[in-house]
């Protein structure tokens, strides 16, 4: 992408691990759920991140800790350079802000369109109420909304136009960083290729920077230029967006591109080969995580966790790719 | 296949609402041979999950629910009693939810709900019927089935307890399923699982499957037949490949615009969309219910609209245009 300028990432996380204390039972004593597992990722300006995989691998939890709503165990990370805390939310959040899933209870049902979109500029203490509502109005007018629904109340408006309120909030601040959790998931067909759209411009627009969590890969495929796949906490494959869907590397990858199901009759659902379920994060397989439902699984994987591999646009960990090829690096008996 | 199983003709659904009545299905007609998918694809408020509980049965007593002709192996469910019902409920025709955690009772144990239906409708033990559970939970895929019978539902994960609904629904051996969004809810590799699950089961056991979703891809890998509906009706018909490969109604067209296919659909472009919003259904409908939205709108779409044969088998969709495009001559309306 020609509009990438990669030399001045705007996001980076460096080794960032998120581990909660998870109770078992009543009197159980709390063992340790590692979320988010040495998470390493750069974003430049105007790129957009799609962040795939499967419910409870750590998406959110990464989303959370971009946000400052939870502080990682370690690790750190960076915007524009500079170290980010999570206790200097305020001016974080300036920088970074989100577009949730479920328009339907991410907008207060009491406050009107006007209150729910000026509110970051009230926090913010910018300007005063005439210039508040005249920014309200200029924001509205850029996602697409008429300024009559400035007096309306969610209840009165269709998903679609609940979802542009939720993007004119999060970018009256003028925002460099967009954190799009599963953002059309909730919608329709017909209202999620105007949001879709609708990103697409004011990322050329405004020079935004996305993170995009979806589990619809034909989306990621669509609107995304780096792709990161997680798998129980960790990136296991990082490519562009066309090395990812033209020549992935890591099985599980694989699989999920497998179990996309494109509109085209006659060709039957697809075998995933996926024969087991997501496994319990509190207890993760020994070796690499995923060599329990990897259909290349060699012996090692059972053994060795596999480290990240460098390849021309990102990384992957997988042992295929240790440079031995299939067989074992090293003796492992 | 040729082996009517269901006949539904003038299908209407009527709610009263306060203000009038809410015209939410009008007049759809549809049959289903053994064996056979019909897959109903819509939008939210098209009145496809109406559908499906009326042909259940299930609709509230203040929803007026009438029909020219409904039957179902020769039974008139147009004149059914509840006590009629019920003997067909769960027996020969059985329905699977798209939220396994809201309809299954989180106050019973998995083997008491899959037991339920075969205990009610066969003449069994309840050692035959816990075999039968055993059964069918290991042909759904889940290991230990014997194991699961004593859990609770909410002791499995999302795409366990949605094996556990399909194979609650399966327990009696239906001739009939109705699956209502029943892979919306899980991770893509759990839905192409399910959705094989489903189409290997109907094959071996000559089920027939009404399936509704909004996803198309679903429903281009899944159907035999396809009904496109739109605000209550259903606006094209035919099998997988005429409605994919050669979409006629205009609303059908611009659902495929609408989404990203892969490999068909040019990274980063524009996505097609449908602009407006769905009519009120409330009070009388006359007319074309697309009009308001349709880019081959012309005068006529206000009054009756005929039904038109493309030519191809049993290929139908409704529109005032012979091929679903205006005429050079005809000007916009």
């Known amino acids: ?118 509110l970051p500029l009230l926090v913010h203490n ?48 003028k925002p460099e960083i967009v954190i799009c959790d599963e953002p059309t998931s909730a919608l329709d067909v017909s209202v999620q290729s105007q949001i879709l759209n609708l990103l697409g411009d004011l990322r050329s627009e405004f020079g935004l920077t996305y993170l995009f969590i979806s589990h619809d890969l034909a989306v990621i495929e669509h609107l995304a ?69 990897c259909p290349a699984a060699m012996d090692r994987c059972k053994i060795i966790a596999p480290l990240p591999i460098p390849t021309p646009d990102g990384h992957v960990e997988c042992h295929l790719f240790d440079g031995d090829g299939p067989e074992p690096v090293r003796s492992i008996s | 296949m040729g082996d009517t199983l269901l006949t539904v003709r003038g299908l209407t659904i009527n709610i009263p609402v306060g203000g009038g009545t809410l015209h939410a299905v009008r007049g759809i007609d549809f049959d289903v041979d053994r064996g056979e998918t019909l897959c109903i694809v819509g939008e939210s408020g098209s009145g496809k999950s109406l559908t499906s509980l009326a042909l259940m049965g299930l609709l509230g007593g203040r929803i007026d629910r009438r029909a020219t002709e409904m039957q179902f192996d020769g039974i008139d469910l147009t004149r059914a009693n509840a006590r009629t019902m019920r003997a067909l409920r769960g027996d020969r025709m059985s329905m699977i939810f798209q939220e396994p955690m809201t309809s299954l009772n989180p106050a019973y144990t998995i083997g008491d709900q899959l037991t339920e239906a075969l205990l009610l409708h066969r003449d069994v033990g309840r050692e035959a019927a816990r075999a039968r559970a055993v059964e069918l939970l290991e042909k759904v895929g889940i290991t230990a089935a014997a194991s699961r019978l004593g859990q609770y539902p909410h002791q499995l994960s999302g795409g366990l307890r949605q094996r556990v609904m399909i194979a609650m629904a399966l327990m009696c051996e239906p001739e009939l399923i109705i699956a209502d969004e029943p892979t919306t809810a899980l991770d893509v590799t759990i839905q192409a699982q399910i959705l094989r699950l489903l189409v290997d089961l109907g094959r071996e056991m000559n089920m027939a499957m009404i399936l509704i979703t909004h996803d198309l891809g679903v429903v281009a890998r899944v159907a035999d037949k396809v009904a496109v509906m739109y605000a209550g009706e259903l606006v094209e018909t035919g099998s997988a490949s005429e409605v994919f490969n050669a979409p006629m109604h205009p609303y059908t067209r611009g659902l ?74 005809e000007s916009p309306a």
């Open chain 1, 225 to 293: 230029t780096r792709v990161a796949v997680m798998y129980l906490g960790r990136i296991v494959e990082e490519a562009d967006v066309a090395g990812l869907f033209d020549q992935s590397r890591h099985p599980y990858t694989q699989a999920l591109l497998k179990s996309v199901l494109t509109p085209d009759p006659g060709m039957g659902v697809p075998d995933t080969e996926l024969g087991m379920e997501y496994p319990n994060p509190i207890a993760p397989p020994p070796g690499c995580h995923f060599h329990p439902r």
């Open chain 1, 1 to 118: 992408m020609s509009d990438v300028n990669k030399d001045a990432p705007v996001l980076e996380l460096r080794g960032v691990t998120k581990t909660y204390s998870v109770k078992q039972g009543l009197f159980g004593a709390p063992k340790p759920l590692t979320a988010v597992n040495d998470v390493t990722l750069t974003l430049g300006r105007g790129e957009v991140l799609g962040l795939v995989g499967e419910s409870g691998c750590g998406k959110s939890t990464l989303a959370k800790i971009l946000l400052g709503l939870e502080a990682p165990t370690q690790g750190e990370v960076l915007v524009d350079g500079e170290r980010i805390d999570a206790t200097d939310r305020r001016r974080l959040a300036r920088r970074i802000q989100p577009i949730f899933q479920d328009p339907y209870s991410s907008l207060n049902p009491r406050k009107s369109i006007e209150d729910i979109v000026s």
């Open chain 2, 256 to 329: 495929l615009r609408c989404i990203p296919q892969p490999g068909k659909t040019e990274r980063g472009a524009r996505l097609g969309t449908i602009p407006g919003i769905v009519p009120s259904l409330v009070g009388g409908v006359t007319g074309c219910p697309f009009r308001t939205r349709c880019d081959q709108v012309v005068d006529a779409c206000r009054q009756a609209i005929p039904r038109r044969n493309p030519g191809s088998g049993n290929h139908e969709f409704r529109c005032v245009h012979e091929t679903g495009h205006r005429m050079a001559e």
């Open chain 1, 126 to 173: 910018v300007g005063d109420a005439a210039s508040r509502t005249k920014a309200v109005r200029e924001i509205l007018d850029i996602v697409g909304l008429p300024a009559r629904v400035m007096q309306t109340y969610p209840s009165q408006m269709s998903g679609g136009q609940r979802q542009r309120v939720a993007i004119a909030r999060a970018l009256i601040m």
